[in-house]
């Protein structure tokens, strides 16, 4: 497998409006209704993937392979958040991120992503097998 060449720096944003779909209330995470920790993770592996989508070629991916998440301060529904991954450390396969998540001028989250290069097919069929 031909690794592609990823340099730190590297980055995607995305934004989300909290609805209620995507409080801690609705995923049973909290009885709050506010941006649900899962919500925000799952936000900050979108960026990390969008972030790599451009430059993998055919036949390759990357998977999750760990993750900490600071969720410092609530979001209520109704106010949007903008996230931001930066890749920071490459290291062979392994492609390390630091995401920060924001409502206006106030950090919502930090999170660090660690994500696997590898062949999707072949991680399926394990999955599979």
Do not use: C, N, Y
């Not at 001028?105 to 062949?119: C, F, P, S, W």
């Amino acid at each position: 497998m031909d690794i592609p060449e990823f340099a730190p720096g590297l980055s995607a944003k995305l934004e989300l409006t909290v609805t209620d779909a995507d409080t801690a209330q609705s995923l049973g995470s909290g009885d709050v209704p506010v941006l649900g920790t899962p919500r925000v993770l799952a936000l900050a592996e979108a960026a990390t993937v969008a972030a790599t989508a451009r430059q993998l070629p055919g036949g390759l991916t990357t998977v999750g392979t760990r993750a900490e998440v600071d969720h410092r301060a609530p979001t209520p529904v109704g106010r949007t958040v903008q996230v931001t991954a930066t890749l920071a450390k490459v290291d062979g396969r392994k492609l390390t991120f630091e995401v920060t998540v924001t409502d206006g001028e106030a950090v919502v989250a930090e999170v660090r992503v660690e994500r696997a290069l590898l062949d999707r097919q072949r991680f399926i069929e394990k999955a599979l097998g």
